[in-house]
């Protein structure tokens, strides 16, 4: 019986960290085409201008995870089309997710937008490979053009599991053309994060985040993320 349990444990342990990696690298994809920029997970109700592209990566740690972000997006007619993959590792096991994400938005009023994102994701070396889908309706008010507040609320429709709450808001200030401070709260992978982060614009159409997710309550860890984000015409 001793040996049972001195092997059991480990076994439950590695189980558990791949859960815990499928589900990570699953629902970072899902935020493929989401965050006020970059890794942000509240999202603007806002789009790519007409003609152009970005290319963004970031990597976040915390918690003994480890997480590498990729993923690319351009506006094709009255919506921004994204793709990305990320890579999750923590004790000695990994996972890989992609994902693909469609996003609208309009003015609705002067200073008010209003948007919806739907992003279906998958996970490499498993079967079935679809994870489920997220779906967000977006809202965004600028009262200045300094100042932004964006909400946040949907679901993620997983597959061959319950469905699970994501909504968030943020506030984004822009003290200076080059630099932007970001604010936000949110709930994802059923725990509540508050995190607080900065981007430097260095030059035209290149851009650097860094922030810090801090847990409030639930099963996630709190991360430190660094980002960079580049922005072209077609």
Not at 133 to 153: G, I, K, M, Q
Request: hydrophobic share 45%; net charge positive; proline share 4%.
């Amino acid at each position: 019986m001793a040996l049972q349990t001195t092997t059991a444990a480990p076994c439950a342990r590695r189980t558990e960290v791949l859960r815990r990696l499928a589900a990570l690298a699953a629902l970072a994809s899902a935020t493929v085409a989401w965050g006020a920029g970059g890794h942000h997970a509240v999202d603007d109700a806002a789009i790519l201008d007409e003609g152009a592209c970005k290319v963004e990566s970031w990597i976040a740690r915390g918690g003994g995870e480890r997480l590498l972000h990729a993923g690319a997006g351009c506006r094709v007619g009255p919506v921004e089309l994204s793709a990305g993959a990320d890579y999750a590792r923590a004790a000695g096991s990994s996972a890989t997710g992609y994902g693909l994400a469609a996003k609208w938005a309009t003015e609705a009023a002067t200073g008010v937008s209003l948007g919806v994102v739907l992003a279906p994701v998958w996970q490499a070396r498993v079967r079935p490979r679809y994870q489920g889908s997220t779906v967000l309706a977006l809202a965004t008010w600028a009262p200045r053009d300094d100042l932004s507040l964006h909400f946040n609320l949907g679901r993620d429709f997983l597959h061959r599991a319950g469905d699970q709450a994501r909504h968030g808001a943020s506030v984004e200030w822009t003290p200076q053309p080059d630099w932007t401070l970001v604010l936000e709260r949110f709930r994802a992978e059923q725990t509540h994060f508050l995190r607080a982060g900065a981007r430097w614009t260095f030059r035209e159409g290149w851009s650097i985040d860094l922030s810090r997710a801090q847990r409030l309550s639930g099963p996630g860890a709190s991360d430190w993320t660094l980002g960079a984000t580049w922005e072209f015409p077609r």
